[in-house]
């Protein structure tokens, strides 16, 4: 275990599986105390018990609420005030993909909804985190995009125009809130989660064969990363999209 977060506290949102559940886990793994937050209750406690069977020392507490509410929001980042006494970390990683196609045919409200939760829940988070803690000690922001958001797809376009807006979204904030906030971004490839079971599961061999290091990404991969630009060895990082793709960008494709 290392001890770099070692008394601090985050709140990682979406959570309960895939990407949140593996950062929430490397989060306690560094040391911090972990606020997890997901809509589904049964599934967010569940996910919590897992964590706590980890054995790492940090506590471990689950507030479900869903990250479109602002009543939600505030009462997840209270609770990680109230419990702990601070919120140095805020990782958005909560994010929807309900559209899939041509956006000729895309269902504008099926649209707005990713935007509403892609991108202005994770706005929102910030601006509570900010009035509640980090505005008057500092901390460390960490928004989940994708690669979708770097580079046009053709199949998730409403979720990468939505990531898009997040990346741009990370590098105001950063320039808005330093010196005391970092505010960064993390691009993933397709990463093995049920949320990309769509992109991958009908063929996953060749899914994986357009990446050069010939496998998609696990939730570890992402996990790991955030963990270090959550941590003070980033001290000197914001405003910063990092892609962790396997490569593929390197490619020239998506």
């Given at each position: 275990?290392?001890a770099?977060?070692?008394?601090?506290?985050?709140?990682?949102?979406?959570?309960?599986r895939?990407?949140?559940?593996?950062?929430a886990?490397e989060?306690l793994?560094?040391g911090?105390?972990?606020?997890?937050?997901?809509?589904?209750?049964?599934?967010?406690?569940?996910?919590?018990e897992?964590?706590?069977?980890?054995?790492?020392?940090?506590e471990?507490?689950?507030?479900?609420?869903?990250?479109?509410?602002?009543?939600?929001?505030?009462?997840?980042?209270?609770?990680?005030?109230?419990?702990?006494?601070?919120?140095?970390?805020?990782?958005?990683?909560?994010?929807?993909?309900?559209?899939?196609?041509?956006?000729?045919?895309?269902?504008?409200?099926?649209?707005?909804?990713?935007?509403?939760?892609?991108v202005v829940?994770?706005?929102?988070?910030?601006?509570?985190?900010?009035?509640?803690?980090?505005?008057?000690?500092?901390?460390?922001?960490?928004?989940?995009?994708?690669?979708?958001?770097?580079?046009?797809?053709?199949?998730?376009?409403?979720?990468g125009?939505?990531?898009?807006?997040?990346?741009r979204?990370?590098?105001?904030?950063?320039?808005?809130?330093?010196?005391?906030?970092?505010v960064n971004?993390?691009?993933?490839?397709?990463i093995?989660?049920?949320?990309?079971?769509?992109?991958y599961?009908?063929?996953?061999?060749?899914?994986?064969?357009?990446?050069?290091?010939?496998?998609?990404?696990?939730?570890?991969?992402?996990?790991?990363?955030?963990?270090?630009?959550?941590?003070d060895?980033?001290?000197?990082?914001?405003?910063?999209?990092?892609?962790?793709?396997?490569?593929?960008?390197?490619?020239?494709?998506?």
């Open positions: 275990m290392s770099d977060l070692l008394g601090k506290s985050a709140l990682v949102t979406g959570a309960s895939g990407i949140g559940f593996g950062v886990a989060l793994r560094r911090a105390n972990v606020v997890v937050t997901a809509r589904k209750v049964d599934a967010l406690e569940k996910a919590a897992e964590l706590r069977g980890l054995g790492h020392p940090g471990v507490v689950a507030v479900a609420g869903n990250s479109g509410d602002a009543e939600a929001r505030a009462e997840q980042v209270g609770a990680a005030v109230a419990r702990f006494g601070s919120l140095d970390v805020l990782i958005n990683n909560t994010g929807i993909n309900p559209v899939y196609g041509s956006l000729m045919e895309a269902d504008l409200e099926a649209v707005r909804k990713i935007f509403d939760v892609n829940a994770a706005l929102g988070y910030v601006q509570e985190a900010y009035r509640a803690w980090m505005g008057e000690h500092g901390g460390a922001v960490v928004n989940v995009a994708s690669v979708a958001g770097l580079r046009s797809t053709g199949v998730i376009a409403a979720y125009a939505s990531k898009a807006a997040l990346i979204l990370t590098e105001e904030l950063a320039w808005q809130l330093g010196p005391k906030i970092r971004a993390v691009a993933p490839g397709v093995k989660t049920k949320f990309a079971d769509a992109l599961s009908a063929d996953e061999e060749a899914a994986a064969a357009v990446y050069p290091m010939k496998r998609l990404g696990s939730p570890e991969d992402v996990a790991s990363l955030i963990g270090f630009l959550a941590s060895e980033s001290s000197w990082i914001t405003g910063t999209t990092i892609k962790v793709d396997g490569g593929l960008l390197a490619t020239g494709g998506i």
